[in-house]
């Protein structure tokens, strides 16, 4: 069965400085891909960055980039120079198998980026 | 705004009722995918629909709601009898043909449901 977790309900961080989001997952496929997306105050969901299993490199979009450990079975979100626009909800999700139709979603890490 | 369009983005029901929620995918997507979100949480996927045809429903209640894809017009959520765990945010995502596992879902802003 397809599990993604993420252990820490909130996080803060200070204004210009880096944090991580912590993810891990559990898939019997060897075929997954991994997502994160931003959930701000205002509902919509965004979607950041995206890593596949078969990828060698870890993802990088802009500040943002996923350190991918497939032995681990982890897939951290680090923000890099955080801005006080940064603080939302932040969600990791899979999609598990070739062909799969659907997103599993863990329950969110609520970050707060203090001026 | 080519993106995937949800209206109402709010919506109020009395306890009974029904709610009907539309999504409209992005020009040139035609799979279509709806998420609940209860209060705190992640999305649980409920259904997953191509133009006329249910693909994966295995997330659907298994009374009171359905979906559709019509030919023509938006996707529609529909939830008959509306009780008051209904109220959450129903979230539409769209893709192109899926070909393989990176292809990207592109998510509306939500539809938020209250059940009074």
């Known amino acids: 069965a397809q599990k993604i977790t993420q252990t820490q309900p909130g996080m803060f961080v200070q204004e210009k400085e880096a944090v991580t989001l912590d993810c891990t997952y559990d898939?019997?496929?060897?075929?997954?891909?991994l997502f994160w997306y931003k959930q701000p105050s205002s509902g919509e969901m965004i979607f950041l960055i995206y890593?596949?299993?078969?990828?060698?490199q870890n993802a990088t979009e802009g500040r943002y980039s996923l350190n991918f450990q497939k032995a681990r079975k982890s897939a951290n979100l680090v923000i890099s120079a955080s801005q006080l626009g940064d603080s939302a909800m932040y969600f990791c999700a899979m999609r598990s198998g070739t062909g799969a139709n659907n997103l599993f979603f863990g329950t969110g890490t609520r970050l707060t980026v203090i001026p | 705004n080519a993106g995937v369009m949800q209206n109402p983005r709010h919506l109020v029901r009395r306890r009974g009722q029904e709610a009907r929620l539309r999504c409209s995918p992005m020009k040139g997507h035609s799979h279509v995918y709806w998420y609940r979100q209860l209060p705190e949480e992640g999305l649980k996927f409920m259904v997953y629909l191509q133009k006329e045809n249910i693909i994966d429903e295995s997330g659907m209640p298994k009374e009171r709601f359905s979906a559709e894809f019509p030919k023509e017009g938006p996707s529609i959520l529909r939830i008959q009898q509306v009780v008051r765990g209904d109220s959450a945010a129903y979230f539409c995502?769209?893709?192109?043909?899926?070909?393989?596992?990176?292809?990207?879902?592109?998510f509306g802003s939500g539809t938020r449901l209250t059940v009074v």
């Open positions: 995502a769209s893709s192109p043909p899926p070909q393989a596992t990176n292809y990207g879902y592109t």
């Open positions: 890593q596949g299993s078969y990828d060698e």
């Open positions: 898939t019997s496929d060897q075929s997954y891909g």
